[in-house]
T-cell receptor, first 111, second 115 residues
Framework: SQQGEEDPQALSIQEGENATMNCSYKTSINNLQWYRQNSGRGLVHLILIRSNEREKHSGRLRVTLDTSKKSSSLLITASRAADTASYFCATDPNSGYALNFGKGTSLLVTP | DGGITQSPKYLFRKEGQNVTLSCEQN?????MYWYRQDPGQGLRLIYY???????QKGDIAEGYSVSREKKESFPLTVTSAQKNPTAFYLC??????????????FGEGSRLTVL
């Protein structure tokens, strides 16, 4: 089942600006992951945050997790045109063995 | 290089035909997955396998079949019973971690079009 829901569906910003995407989910999780997909390509893993973690950083990426609100956010700082892609959150449910993906946020970064 | 290889990249099928999509990995991962992606729908799970000779249905298994005879291979057959098979199909693998799913490694996808 598609548990994660990203917001906004689409985001357009200029290079140098920060991009924030949000993800909400419905049931308890082991971890939450963010993936990136360039048009027509496979997904690439960006970052994993466990249910007992609140914040995680990787390069220009910052992910937060609020399990009480069942929500997560992905912040990309100082965006570049090469960051243009779709971004998906995926939840690892306590009850299952496969990730549930949201519908994604389409990010456009213009020079 | 280690990774996941999907083939073919593009496939055209006539209505009523079965087609098989190949997925091979050399990452020594126990778990493998098939997802379907439609525009605006995100990824939906078709089948997954945690171990050789065992697999489970996902959310949209009807009209699809799989096999897992080797650790490295997880082919997906799209049968004529699948009513709307035109989509982008993604295969992935991961290390099985006893109840949790870690990072998924994806192939480049196979785009199936029914004529």
């Amino acid at each position: 089942s598609q548990q994660g829901e990203e917001d906004p569906q689409a985001l357009s910003i200029q290079e140098g600006e920060n991009a924030t995407m949000n993800c909400s989910y419905k049931t308890s999780i082991n971890n939450l992951q963010w993936y990136r997909q360039n048009s027509g390509r496979g997904l690439v893993h960006l970052i994993l945050i466990r249910s007992n973690e609140r914040e995680k950083h990787s390069g220009r990426l910052r992910v937060t997790l609020d399990t009480s609100k069942k929500s997560s956010s992905l912040l990309i700082t100082a965006s570049r045109a090469a960051d243009t892609a779709s971004y998906f959150c995926a939840t690892d449910p306590n009850s299952g063995y496969a990730l549930n993906f949201g519908k994604g946020t389409s990010l456009l970064v213009t020079p | 290089d280690g990774g996941i290889t999907q083939s073919p990249k593009y496939l055209f099928r006539k209505e009523g035909q079965n087609v098989t999509l190949s997925c091979e990995q050399n990452l020594n991962h126990d778990a493998m997955y098939w997802y379907r992606q439609d525009p605006g729908q995100g990824l939906r799970l078709i089948y997954y396998s945690q171990i050789v000779n065992d697999f489970q249905k996902g959310d949209i298994a009807e009209g699809y079949s799989v096999s897992r005879e080797k650790k490295e291979s997880f082919p997906l057959t799209v049968t004529s019973a699948q009513k709307n098979p035109t989509a982008f199909y993604l295969c992935a693998s991961s290390i099985a971690q006893g109840g949790t799913t870690g990072e998924l490694f994806f192939g480049e996808g196979s785009r199936l079009t029914v004529l």
